[in-house]
């Protein structure tokens, strides 16, 4: 298994603040993939990422890979009430491709 | 019906019980997967069945055991659990390889499981 951290643990913003969760590794993945999970609901994907260097813009969601395919951030402009919940990376093995996850960031945006 | 359904939503037992979570997926997938969601920890991979065949166990105890009689449906045998047992099993579906890799898991809403 493939160790990947995320931070911070715990986010809480006003509505209309920015906000960047991070997720890091020693170990280099296929591809990346950013999950949301809501209070009594299992993950459900977000976006994935396969190219180093890769941006993928998913309304107010930014999503990058780094350069060296170990680490990747989520950046959402103008938090919303609506995107409370927990955001989980998950890494794709270079050889099977099966899926590590990250522990998680919860994030609380308050109207 | 669409999508991984998980069944019950909720679970309560003693130490004693025998329960079954029952996992189904309409999705065409050939990988199906048991997950352990516990608070402040990542999430557990217990089970992989690659075309009904278990092709990983990650050292899951013996009182949890799997079954997986077609590519379409995925049971989680439990008996004689522990309190520390309790969390949210979670139950995916995919694509093997290439198709994990592009287009992930999609998983069921999860059994909330109690041991009391």
């Known amino acids: 298994t493939q160790l990947l951290e995320q931070s911070p643990q715990f986010l809480s913003i006003q509505e209309g603040e920015n906000l960047t969760v991070y997720c890091n590794s020693s170990s280099v993945f296929s591809s990346l993939q950013w999950y949301r999970q809501e209070p009594g609901e299992g993950p459900v994907l977000l976006v994935t990422v396969v190219t180093g260097g890769e941006v993928k813009k998913l309304k107010r969601l930014t999503f990058q890979f780094g350069d060296a395919r170990k680490d990747s951030s989520l950046h959402i402009t103008a938090a919303q009430p609506g995107d409370t919940g927990l955001y989980l990376c998950a890494g794709a093995g270079r050889y099977d491709y099966k899926l590590s996850f990250g522990a998680g960031t919860t994030v609380t945006v308050r109207a | 019906e669409t999508g991984v359904t998980q069944t019950p939503r909720h679970l309560v037992m003693g130490m004693t019980n025998k329960k079954s979570l029952k996992c189904e997926q309409h999705l065409g997938h050939n990988a199906m997967y048991w997950y352990k969601q516990s608070a402040k920890k990542p999430l557990e991979l217990m089970f992989v069945?690659?075309?009904?065949?278990?092709?990983e166990n990650n050292s899951v105890p013996s009182r949890f055991s799997p079954e997986c009689p077609n590519s379409s449906h995925l049971f989680l045998h439990l008996h004689t659990l522990q309190p520390e047992d309790s969390a949210l099993y979670l139950c995916?579906?995919?694509?093997?390889?290439?198709?994990?890799?592009?287009?992930?898991?999609?998983f069921g809403s999860g059994t909330r499981l109690t041991v009391v």
């Open positions: 069945y690659n075309f009904k065949e278990q092709t």
């Open positions: 995916a579906s995919s694509q093997e390889n290439q198709g994990a890799r592009h287009y992930g898991y999609t």
